[in-house]
């Protein structure tokens, strides 16, 4: 019996595998931030942002711990062979398996930004929840920032992107939802846009960029993103707009409205003529909330700051539209609806261009629901 029991246990231990692939943390350097930008002669800088723990000391005597942010950044053929040559200037192995932001220069995305993420996507390390954003001038730049609430760079822009992904200003874009949308030749992406603001002191959301197939084309102002996400049915939990609904008052204030959206609902349908052309019509419903109005008495002003607030709207969803089409991107997926439902009509088209030369009717119409409990 013990001969049995000792030969079974003898199998067990052959069976049991062990830790031959481990990744120890106490030899890793975490990455925090990666950006990718185009050097004034043309060169691929990789930079990286790496979290520096250190001891802060208090007014009581005491010491607190607190992480800031050491930067590094080398020239490279490929982000691959980057890493490999910043490997050799600290201790320990870079890696990326907690990165946060992946953050491109606005020179470089106008060239493909595909190839510079492949390396990403192949590493089964490589942290698949990491955003993504393009920056205003240089991306590495935005990395010497130090933030006044949030010491760590990589935190504070992170705790920027989310909060504005809540207030529906920028989409909601990691690495992992990348994936799909990069490929697909029906749909174009948009990123959010940042740049450095306040003679270099904080980092502020711009807007959004635009992206013809894999190249940045174009951008869209803050507020007119969040007229295009409603118009593109992603609305988040807030999305605010402050309109001018009175242009003659003596006092400045008294001009404008301040509106909660708290309900959207869309309609886009593509069709066909016998010739070919597509023509699209969208249409978006909002049900707003007003949240300000300085010169008051909404509910015997409701009917006129409707029609008021209906024309400006659809007049600014024309614009967003118009730039859309200037930049050459897609990002309603109207290529994607000619796949599914007008194929022969797709497989005619244009696969680069066929998006300027759609036929846009867009109409907006606003309803006030609530007003708050003044008059």
Same mark, same amino acid.
Not at 144 to 153: A, D, F, G, L, T
Not at 208 to 233: H, I, P, W, Y
Not at 288 to 295: Q, S, T
Not at 298 to 314: A, E
């Given at each position: 019996?013990?001969i049995?029991r000792?030969?079974?246990? =003898?199998i067990?231990? @052959?069976?049991?595998?062990?830790?031959?692939?481990?990744?120890?943390? &106490?030899?890793?350097?975490?990455?925090?931030t990666?950006?990718?930008?185009?050097t004034?002669? !043309?060169?691929? $800088?990789?930079?990286f942002?790496?979290?520096?723990?250190?001891?802060?000391?208090?007014?009581?005597?005491?010491e607190?711990e607190?992480?800031?942010?050491?930067?590094? =950044?080398?020239?490279?053929?490929?982000?691959?062979? !980057?890493?490999?040559?910043?490997?050799t200037?600290?201790?320990?192995?870079?890696?990326?398996?907690?990165? #946060?932001?992946?953050?491109?220069?606005?020179?470089?995305?106008?060239g493909?930004?595909?190839?510079? $993420?492949?390396?990403?996507?192949?590493?089964?390390?490589?942290? @698949?929840?990491?955003?993504?954003?393009?920056?205003? !001038? &240089?991306?590495?730049?935005?990395?010497?920032?130090?933030?006044?609430?949030?010491?760590?760079?990589?935190q504070?822009?992170?705790? $920027?992107?989310?909060s504005?992904?809540?207030? +529906?200003?920028?989409?909601?874009?990691?690495?992992?939802?990348?994936?799909?949308?990069?490929?697909?030749?029906?749909e174009?992406?948009?990123?959010?846009?940042?740049?450095?603001?306040?003679?270099?002191?904080?980092?502020?959301?711009? *807007?959004?960029?635009?992206?013809?197939?894999? &190249?940045?084309?174009?951008?869209?102002?803050?507020e007119?993103s969040?007229?295009?996400l @409603?118009?593109?049915?992603?609305? =988040?939990k807030?999305?605010?707009?402050t309109q001018?609904?009175?242009?003659?008052?003596?006092?400045?204030?008294?001009?404008?409205?301040?509106?909660?959206?708290?309900?959207?609902?869309?309609?886009?349908?593509?069709?066909?003529?016998?010739?070919?052309?597509?023509?699209?019509?969208?249409?978006?419903?909002?049900?707003?909330?007003?949240?300000?109005?300085?010169?008051?008495?909404?509910?015997?002003?409701?009917?006129? @700051?409707?029609?008021?607030?209906?024309?400006?709207?659809?007049?600014?969803a024309?614009?967003?539209?118009?730039k859309?089409?200037?930049?050459?991107?897609?990002?309603? *997926?109207?290529?994607?609806?000619?796949i599914?439902?007008?194929?022969? +009509?797709?497989?005619?088209?244009?696969?680069?261009?066929?998006? #300027?030369?759609?036929?846009?009717?867009?109409k907006?119409?606003?309803?006030?629901?609530?007003? *708050?409990?003044?008059k």
């Amino acid at each position: 019996m013990k001969i049995k029991r000792l030969f079974m246990i =003898s199998i067990c231990l @052959l069976l049991i595998t062990g830790c031959w692939d481990q990744n120890l943390m &106490k030899d890793a350097t975490l990455i925090q931030t990666i950006t990718f930008d185009q050097t004034d002669e !043309g060169e691929f $800088l990789l930079g990286f942002a790496i979290p520096n723990i250190y001891r802060n000391p208090t007014d009581s005597g005491q010491e607190t711990e607190a992480i800031n942010s050491e930067n590094l =950044s080398t020239v490279a053929n490929t982000p691959r062979e !980057g890493r490999m040559k910043l490997n050799t200037e600290i201790p320990g192995n870079l890696d990326t398996s907690k990165n #946060k932001l992946v953050l491109f220069g606005e020179q470089f995305a106008k060239g493909d930004i595909y190839p510079s $993420l492949d390396v990403i996507w192949r590493d089964p390390r490589s942290s @698949l929840s990491a955003k993504l954003a393009v920056v205003k !001038g &240089k991306a590495f730049d935005t990395l010497s920032i130090q933030p006044r609430v949030e010491s760590n760079i990589s935190q504070n822009i992170l705790y $920027l992107i989310r909060s504005t992904e809540t207030n +529906t200003i920028i989409p909601e874009e990691s690495i992992q939802t990348l994936a799909l949308e990069i490929l697909d030749p029906g749909e174009d992406i948009v990123l959010p846009l940042l740049k450095i603001g306040r003679n270099g002191t904080t980092i502020d959301v711009a *807007g959004v960029a635009l992206f013809d197939e894999r &190249k940045l084309s174009g951008t869209l102002s803050q507020e007119e993103s969040t007229l295009f996400l @409603l118009l593109n049915n992603k609305q =988040s939990k807030h999305a605010r707009f402050t309109q001018n609904v009175n242009g003659n008052k003596e006092l400045k204030m008294n001009n404008f409205i301040s509106l909660n959206v708290d309900h959207i609902k869309r309609k886009l349908n593509v069709s066909v003529d016998d010739s070919g052309e597509v023509f699209v019509n969208l249409n978006l419903h909002l049900k707003v909330i007003v949240e300000e109005y300085p010169i008051g008495n909404v509910p015997n002003k409701v009917d006129q @700051l409707n029609n008021k607030l209906s024309n400006t709207f659809t007049n600014n969803a024309e614009e967003v539209i118009k730039k859309l089409q200037e930049a050459n991107c897609d990002a309603f *997926g109207i290529g994607r609806r000619l796949i599914a439902f007008h194929h022969d +009509t797709w497989k005619e088209k244009d696969k680069t261009n066929y998006f #300027k030369d759609v036929k846009f009717k867009s109409k907006v119409d606003v309803e006030i629901i609530q007003h *708050g409990i003044v008059k």
